[in-house]
């Protein structure tokens, strides 16, 4: 069982910056898979950021070159740096933890950029 907690979101500005973070818990942090995904209104649920335990990373079109995943395995922690943010990219972010067995998703932290 994995517990995941987001913090980290808010309002800003169209062009600035946020850091989401993701904490979980358990002991084998380092082996799932880690993704942030967002639900805009009205819209569906999309993967915007994954990385692996071995630290490749992907991303959404939308958000490459503006978004850095990363992950701190000593802190149980991943990461979602958003850079140049647009209005597009308000949404509630969730955390998502995966492995063979299941996944585990967060509560979720909502961004909204507006002016």
């Known amino acids: 069982q994995v517990q995941l907690v987001e913090s980290g979101g808010g309002l800003v500005q169209p062009g600035g910056s946020l850091r989401l973070s993701c904490a979980a818990s358990?002991?084998?942090?380092?082996?799932?898979?880690m993704g942030w995904y967002r639900r805009a209104p009205g819209k569906q649920r999309e993967l915007v950021a994954s990385i692996i335990s071995g630290g490749t990373t992907t991303y959404a079109d939308s958000v490459k070159g503006r978004f850095t995943i990363s992950r701190d395995n000593a802190k149980n922690t991943v990461y979602l740096q958003m850079n140049s943010l647009k209005p597009e990219d308000t949404a509630v972010y969730y955390c998502n933890a995966r492995n063979a067995y299941g996944e585990y998703w967060g509560q979720g932290t909502q961004v909204t950029v507006s002016s």
């Open positions: 358990g002991s084998t942090f380092r082996l799932y898979a």
